[in-house]
């Protein structure tokens, strides 16, 4: 019980920091370098990558079968993907000095925190199910979903600045879209503690909802952030930053 404990506080955190900060970034910096965004988005992307491929695919054929894994990452990539349509976010960012359609600029960053409270609850199960196959996996696993987070936190942040909305509101909302992270890595935490079945498939929950984020979410964003090669050296930096991590944890 008191390792579940720790695994919902890491995941409550990774999502609360990571938006906080992302609306943070927005209302007391205004404007984040392009490049780094990018190089950092790109970074992400590629230790998720070598994450999924080298341990929690493999762990979950190992712990069930390779049925249970593929179903499980079909689950991740069809939950994640339903959300996605259903609860769509954009990431955007522009300086808090606007004064045209004050409401409508509200109502966009209450929408988009709704959109982003969703999707970190299936993102959290796949921190807990990190945690499932080692400490130091979901430990990463939390970090990098934090820096995913960081975006979306900016995108709420700069739609509610736009709308004239008070800093400390614009915090607490950014904040709220992250909790939800935390109660996910709960659920993670406890399917992969029923059995080796639930576990197989959490963790290949974990690899789809990993995929789907990767590929739909930060190297899409990580190239639109800055024209050049910042992406793609951030993206191959993680991979092989990510291979070596995991040599060296084992």
């Not at 970074?43 to 499980?72: C, D, N, R, Y």
């Not at 606007?98 to 609850?121: C, F, P, Q, W």
Request: proline share 2%; glycine share 16%; net charge negative.
């Amino acid at each position: 019980m008191n390792y579940l404990i720790t695994v919902t506080l890491i995941g409550l955190l990774s999502g609360v920091l990571g938006t906080t900060a992302g609306g943070l970034s927005v209302v007391g910096v205004r404007k984040i370098d392009d490049r780094v965004l990018s190089i950092l988005l790109g970074f992400s992307a590629g230790v998720m990558v070598a994450i999924t491929f080298i341990e929690l695919i493999p762990e979950s054929i190992e712990e069930g079968s390779l049925v249970t894994a593929i179903i499980g990452l079909l689950m991740g990539v069809v939950i994640i993907g339903f959300i996605d349509l259903k609860f769509p976010h954009r990431h955007f960012s522009f300086v808090c000095d606007g004064d045209e359609e004050r409401a409508k600029s509200i109502k966009t960053g209450l929408l988009l925190s709704v959109g982003i409270a969703m999707h970190n609850l299936p993102e959290g199960v796949a921190i807990g199910a990190g945690f499932m196959v080692s400490y130091e996996v979901g430990l990463a696993l939390a970090v990098l979903m934090a820096i995913h987070n960081f975006p979306e936190g900016m995108a709420v942040g700069a739609a509610m600045c736009v709308g004239k909305v008070k800093s400390h509101k614009v915090l607490i909302t950014t904040a709220l879209a992250g909790v939800p992270m935390g109660i996910g890595a709960f659920l993670g935490g406890a399917l992969g503690g029923v059995s080796d079945l639930a576990l197989s498939i959490g963790l290949g929950f974990a690899g789809g909802a990993m995929l789907y984020i990767v590929f739909d979410e930060l190297i899409p964003d990580a190239h639109k952030r800055m024209k050049g090669h910042y992406a793609i050296g951030g993206i191959l930096s993680g991979i092989m930053l990510g291979i070596v991590l995991i040599e060296i944890l084992h």
